[in-house]
């Protein structure tokens, strides 16, 4: 079992930046990629942004193409969200994720830090 913490949200305005930060304990050597999700009131849970740990492959969202990115620090067993641009559509609970060798879907999550962007 891995677990996964998340830090790093918070209120911010229009148009800045929050940086988001997971840091994974217990069973990481099984873990293949890292993912970022968000929930909005009233909305399902959507994919924001992924990447694996070896390779640094990286995949996003249409709607935070060009203003989020994500990294990965493979020592501190830690990943990033740089959230550049923020708009007010971006306020949601945000989630990381771990997906393991050989499994279709992210089955361990953290339990979310909020971020709320003012307009």
């Known amino acids: 079992q891995v677990q996964l913490v998340e830090s790093g949200g918070g209120l911010v305005q229009a148009g800045g930046s929050l940086r988001l930060s997971c840091t994974a304990s217990?069973?990481?050597?099984?873990?293949?990629?890292m993912g970022w999700f968000r929930q909005a009131p009233g909305k399902e849970r959507e994919f924001v942004a992924t990447?694996?740990?070896?390779?640094?492959?990286?995949a996003y969202a249409d709607s935070v193409k060009g203003r989020f990115t994500i990294s990965r620090d493979n020592a501190k067993n830690t990943v990033y969200l740089q959230m550049n641009s923020l708009k007010a559509e971006d306020t949601a609970v945000y989630y990381c994720?771990?997906?393991?060798?050989?499994?279709?879907?992210?089955?361990?999550w953290g339990q979310g830090t909020q971020v709320t962007v003012s307009s």
């Open positions: 990447i694996t740990w070896s390779a640094g492959t990286t």
């Open positions: 994720a771990q997906r393991e060798f050989g499994a279709a879907k992210f089955g361990s």
């Open positions: 217990g069973r990481t050597f099984s873990s293949y990629a």
